[in-house]
């Protein structure tokens, strides 16, 4: 009978056994230690990417600036940037989020032809998340081709509506509210809550409160739009509630700063900027990224800790934030949280640098092929296909001459008197044979370039569908209306008139007025003012002023066959002058003492 004793194995057989059986039983050799099993490694955070543009303005195609050997260098457009997220997706492993702050359409033949319609095709077809609501969203006013309401039945928010039932996003506002309920309108959203990669994100949109005075006021005058900060905070506590892990705000609010080369260094950075004095109203860590727009200013910074991208708008650039998550908490690392800011795209660059624009290639260094995060950066053949027939059917009206030459390219200038400014408030003045011209400078899109002048020139110059408008003031309103438009931080594009301006601690301030030979405005006369209807329906900080106006002598041009765009290149093709810019002057700025600022 063999009994326990017999059982004890020799080393050799103890050594075969425990090979065998090494993972169950632990074994070891006689009078070694038990050598302790390694640690597990480290789960690794979580990384989610957002991919952020804000302000394209209908820029589905590139720019083009010419070399200086005469080709003409692409730069932006919908085609690369859609190379740009295939990589990125293929990089995160679909990890990505991308987001767009708003004003997409409006600004380019191609786009509003369709009224927006191509701006979202290509968005649906890019996977872009969410897209907050912009000001110049609400420009097309009701479908067709007038910019207000002036049926009855028709529906001032029409074509705007149609672009959110087209698209497979949502577009979001939570500080838009009906004005007679308070509530949200139906037919928008305010918030979203997707899930990236097994991390769930809730997006929060919102909107300058500044929208009734930058686009038409008729068509938001059922509209409230609420301060930010309390919106977002609440909005936050509701997207935690319902399971976020992250919340990042999608904004047609901006900043401003004089670079992004230190994303910690805020000191020029101007902090009463709408987003930046809404993120240091609320509690750090209510939200955890921002994508901002509206001011066309690259940004890319950490305000009160969290990340904030914009770009200089016009589809010419991208940002990036990398969120690096506690894989167990899903709460951001904040020292792991990179920002790429104002990524040009480009598919060549100007040697030595990152960059693609007018002012790089003026430099005449050579070109060459450009890349993103070492892969090099071609257009998507698909995104271009997809564009192709909305890009041909306005070929023919782009490149419709007017008969007309530019000398020397006419800049703008949205900080006083400019060459474009002048020249084109003068043509207006003499086309309506009036006494004052005015123009806004926000409503320039792009200077004129010399040579011979086409209706795609003039068009991307003013792609707002404005109506020509005239008022008929006395002495004192003209005054007053040159004074309201200064108080709004404008100075006016004018025809017409010797203007000094005041720059005081207050703001923009009216010094001296006279008509442009001298003559002193005569009180008693009636001076007849010609100006985009935008203007004379409230717009830029008008809306007391026009209220106030007899209506009887405010004429919104709703009658007229054609906008204030067509009828001018009319009139200059008729006239077949060459257009040019007149001496500089009629709009002085004074500084110091010199503008009695406390008269």
């Avoid at 804000?54 to 085609?79: I, M, T």
């Avoid at 897209?131 to 028709?154: K, Q, R, S």
């Avoid at 002048?422 to 400078?441: H, I, K, Q």
């Amino acid at each position: 009978m063999v009994t326990l004793r017999a059982l004890v194995l020799s080393p050799v057989a103890r050594f075969l056994l425990c090979t065998v059986l090494l993972a169950q039983l632990g074994c070891g050799t006689p009078g070694a230690a038990v050598a302790p099993s390694a640690p597990a490694p480290a789960t690794p955070p979580l990384r989610l990417t957002i991919a952020g543009t804000n302000d394209w303005h209908g820029w589905a195609q590139p720019h083009q600036a010419p070399a200086r050997d005469g080709s003409l260098v692409d730069e932006g457009g919908l085609a690369l940037y859609a190379s740009v997220l295939k990589q990125l997706r293929a990089e995160t492993d679909g990890r990505l989020l991308v987001l767009d702050a708003g004003d997409v359409f409006q600004g380019t033949l191609v786009s509003n032809l369709s009224e927006g319609a191509v701006m979202v095709d290509a968005f649906n077809s890019l996977g872009v998340a969410a897209v907050a609501v912009g000001n110049h969203e609400f420009d097309y006013g009701p479908v067709g081709p007038a910019v207000v309401a002036t049926a009855p039945g028709e529906d001032p928010l029409g074509a705007l509506k149609a672009r959110v039932a087209q698209a497979q996003f949502p577009f979001l506002a939570a500080n838009i509210v009906d004005a007679s309920t308070g509530a949200l309108p139906a037919w928008l959203r305010g918030t979203a809550l997707r899930t990236v990669g097994g991390v769930q994100v809730g997006i929060i949109g919102l909107i300058t409160v500044d929208t009734p005075t930058s686009t038409n006021p008729l068509n938001v005058a059922g509209l409230r739009f609420l301060p930010l900060a309390p919106v977002a905070k609440a909005s936050a506590e509701r997207l935690r509630a319902q399971g976020a892990d992250v919340v990042v705000v999608v904004a047609h609010a901006g900043g401003r700063c004089d670079d992004v080369k230190d994303p910690h260094q805020l000191k020029g950075c101007n902090a009463g900027e709408e987003i930046f004095a809404m993120l240091e109203q609320l509690p750090p860590g209510t939200v955890d990224a921002v994508v901002a727009g509206h001011t066309h200013r690259a940004v890319g910074h950490f305000v009160n800790g969290t990340p904030v991208i914009e770009t200089s708008a016009l589809g010419r650039s991208f940002g990036l934030i990398s969120l690096e998550l506690d894989p167990a908490t899903r709460r951001p690392l904040a020292a792991a949280t990179r920002i790429e800011a104002e990524v040009a795209l480009c598919e060549r660059v100007v040697e030595g640098t990152t960059r693609c624009d007018a002012n790089a290639l003026a430099r005449g260094k050579p070109l060459v092929q450009a890349s993103f995060h070492g892969q090099p950066l071609h257009p998507d053949a698909a995104m271009q296909q997809r564009l192709a027939p909305a890009l041909a059917a306005v070929a023919e009206a782009q490149a419709m001459p007017l008969g007309i030459n530019v000398p020397v390219t006419l800049h703008r200038n949205g900080n006083g008197e400019s060459p474009l400014g002048s020249a084109t408030a003068d043509a207006l003045r003499r086309m309506e044979d009036a006494d004052v011209g005015l123009l806004n400078a926000g409503g320039f899109r792009a200077d004129l370039a010399a040579g011979l002048l086409t209706y795609g020139h003039l068009y991307e110059t003013f792609p707002f569908d404005n109506a020509v408008a005239t008022l008929k003031l006395t002495s004192a309103e003209l005054r007053a209306l040159l004074a309201a438009i200064l108080a709004h931080g404008r100075v006016p594009q004018q025809s017409g008139l010797k203007l000094a301006v005041g720059a005081c601690p207050g703001g923009l301030k009216v010094m001296e007025v006279s008509l442009s030979d001298g003559t002193a405005l005569q009180d008693g006369h009636l001076y007849r003012v010609v100006l985009p209807d935008y203007l004379a329906r409230g717009g830029d900080g008008l809306t007391a002023f026009m209220g106030a106006l007899p209506a009887e002598r405010r004429d919104l041009g709703e009658r007229r066959p054609q906008n204030l765009r067509d009828a001018l290149a009319a009139d200059l093709s008729r006239r077949g002058q060459p257009l040019v810019a007149p001496p500089s002057g009629r709009t002085q700025m004074v500084q110091g003492k010199a503008a009695r600022c406390s008269l």
